[in-house]
């Protein structure tokens, strides 16, 4: 049986925009992330919802689907990604957090490796900071223990714009265990509280296909680091490779075996474009386990 999650609903370096946490606190994983790219550029939905008022009620329709957070970012992070100025990201991303955040209670999470962007978006609702680099910023250290927001500590060998050039392990599994297991000791240390941390094998972040099976299939070697696991599957290009499809919305079907294959060997958290879809094969799932 998963132990209850704990997700804070709004973070304390804003007064006055708490909101009751008891909705949150009986909250079980799995959990569904809904995948909210305010982006041009993003490999799946890039274009779709620049328009702020369009993202908004795409996060509100991910949410009535049953979303039980949405991951909101404005820099897309896809191989060979280049970086965006800090201005065009707080421009993409601010506007969805405010509606979304007077809008729903669902727990926002800011996809950004930026102190400044993260910041932002924590004054303005968010309560999880997803970050692809892992903290190693020490503004962004400092950030998620000054606030009471949830970190997802993710792995990428290079940076977005070089890490699916020629991604190189030993031992794929052991060599992000490590990673991961480092960082949190090290937070850890620097008084950030586990259970306030979230870790994430980056599955498509410098990894082959071959690399990627193998997180998935020994998932549940990531447990003894003491955290919740988040696992991002959803459309990657590992999967149309799989499947024989070019086409990122062709890859449903591998998109919720691999989910599902995620919460069997350890998953708590799943982030994905197609909420309904992977909340009905949840249900199915949890039906016949018994759980």
Do not use: W
Not at 34 to 48: A, I, K, Q, R
Not at 154 to 166: C, E, K, L, R, V
């Amino acid at each position: 049986m998963y132990e209850r999650m704990e997700i804070s609903s709004s973070p304390a370096i804003k007064a006055g925009r708490r909101i009751d946490r008891s909705r949150f606190e009986d909250l079980r994983p799995p959990l569904v992330m809904g995948v909210l790219n305010t982006t041009p550029d993003s490999f799946s939905d890039g274009g779709m919802f620049l328009d702020p008022e369009k993202a908004v009620l795409h996060g509100m329709s991910m949410v009535e689907d049953g979303a039980d957070i949405i991951d909101i970012g404005g820099e897309s992070t896809r191989p060979f990604a280049q970086s965006v100025s800090l201005d065009s990201e707080l421009g993409r991303v601010l506007p969805v957090v405010k509606g979304l955040a007077k809008r729903t209670g669902v727990p926002l999470s800011i996809d950004t490796r930026h102190p400044e962007v993260a910041r932002a978006c924590l004054e303005e609702g968010c309560s999880i900071i997803n970050d692809i680099s892992a903290f190693s910023d020490p503004t962004m250290e400092r950030l998620l223990k000054e606030s009471d927001a949830t970190g997802v500590i993710m792995h990428m060998q290079g940076d977005p714009a070089s890490m699916q050039i020629s991604p190189s392990y030993v031992d794929v599994v052991q060599e992000v265990h490590s990673y991961l297991l480092s960082r949190v000791e090290h937070l850890t240390s620097h008084g950030i509280r586990r259970d306030r941390l979230l870790i994430d094998p980056g599955i498509g972040f410098g990894k082959t296909v071959e690399g990627n099976i193998l997180l998935l299939r020994h998932l549940d070697r990531f447990r003894d680091i003491g955290c919740h696991v988040l696992v991002g599957t959803s459309r990657k290009s590992f999967l149309g490779k799989l499947l024989g499809t070019n086409e990122p919305k062709d890859r449903l079907e591998g998109s919720i075996a691999s989910m599902l294959i995620s919460i069997s060997n350890g998953a708590s958290v799943v982030r994905v474009h197609d909420v309904r879809s992977t909340k009905r094969a949840i249900i199915v799932q949890r039906s016949i386990l018994g759980k």
